[in-house]
């Protein structure tokens, strides 16, 4: 069974930095596009972030330069690393294995960006 756990959430302010982390288990990450998914109050999930199994990336317009996504295959954990947040960042951030498990997620991890 496939389980995804995000953590690292929380409120900063603009300008600042967080780094979200998802934890996998009953898969390996190792063999499979990761992605970085968020859900704004009264929005539709949007894709953030992807990787590759050979660890080429992918970003939307709106993140690009500010976030990075990486993963760490010994740990079976894929990071977000956000930095110079925006308000318009605030959301519920999710992980997901796109092409194998598109329908499996987490619960989610709450990042809210004011003063």
């Known amino acids: ?5 995000e953590s690292g959430g929380g409120l900063v ?4 930095s967080l780094r ?8 390996s990450i190792r063999f499979n596009a990761m ?14 972030a992807t990787i590759t199994i050979g660890d080429t990336t992918n970003y939307a317009d709106s993140v690009k330069g500010r976030f990075t996504i990486s993963r760490d295959n010994g740990k079976n954990t894929v990071y977000l690393q956000m930095n ?21 997620w987490g619960q989610g991890t709450l990042v809210t960006v004011s003063t």
């Open 13 to 16: 302010q603009p300008g600042g």
């Open 84 to 104: 110079s947040l925006k308000p318009e960042d605030t959301a519920v951030y999710y992980c997901n294995v796109p092409y194998r498990y598109p329908g499996v």
């Open 35 to 48: 992605g970085w998914y968020r859900q704004a109050p009264g929005k539709e999930r949007e894709l953030v």
């Open 1 to 5: 069974q496939v389980q995804l756990v």
């Open 20 to 27: 979200l982390s998802c934890a996998a288990s009953g898969i």
